[in-house]
């Protein structure tokens, strides 16, 4: 069976530099999360995943096509969507405008039927500001359709883009340190958003997270990178527990110290 998304043997250089080495990468349902200490190499995946980097070597694929060499908008249009890790809103727009602009690939206008305002373009407008409101109120943000944007809270305005990438109907949906600056409250309402997209839409999600809690609670299948190399993967629990993440997060000489009074007790 072809996996949904899938990525075999991905490396990237950067001069001299390699940031991702040979990671093979597979995704069919559900939620995984990609993990990793700082350098690691996993926002430079996920940047070859949508198309802002091309791979030196290996293949990218979502339901059985290339995606190498296709632009990040033509990613988006075969379903694939991502968010950033800097929130990257139109600040000075409304909640419902920005999540209007995650629609550009779906609707279908022609250039005569925004001139003439006729009764074409009447109507696709009145859809897509009634889907909008529809996705806010998803993300739990209908009461703030009219809010410009960056007088949102924190939190609200992470949930502002993971709507606007809805907006693109994606069947894959990576985000990148969604959870980042959030409290741990606000991070648990959006482990709870997340499994409902999965449950409700049908999504697959992909995540880069540091919250090692989120990490836990939410996947079915965590990935570590290490110096831009996949050193383990599998359910949470096993991730956990694997030696090489240990060492790779606290460092040879804390774990071997870490081992030792293990042993000792």
Known sequence: ?????????????FGGLTAVNRVDFALESGIASIIGPNGAGKTTLFNVFTGLYPPDEGS??????SLVGLRPDQ???????RTFQNIRLFANMTAAENVLVGMHARIQLGLWDVLSHGPRFAQVERRVWTHAVELLDR?????SANEIARNLPY???RRLEIARALAS???????DEPTAGMTQGE????MALLRRLVGDLGLAILLIEHNMRVVMEVSDRVTVLDHGEKIAEGRPQEVQANPRVIEA???????????????AD
Do not use: H, N, S
């Open 1 to 13: 069976m072809t996996a949904l998304f899938e990525a075999r043997g991905v490396t990237k250089r």
């Open 75 to 81: 990613i988006t249009a075969l379903g694939v969507c």
């Open 249 to 263: 997060y606290l460092g040879r000489g804390q774990w071997d110290r870490t081992r030792r009074a293990r042993a």
């Open 155 to 157: 939190g609200d305005q």
């Open 169 to 175: 109907e994606p069947t894959l949906l990576l985000l």
């Open 139 to 143: 993300v739990g943000l209908r009461q």
């Open 187 to 190: 991070a648990g309402g959006l």
């Open 60 to 65: 990218v694929t979502f339901q059985g096509g």
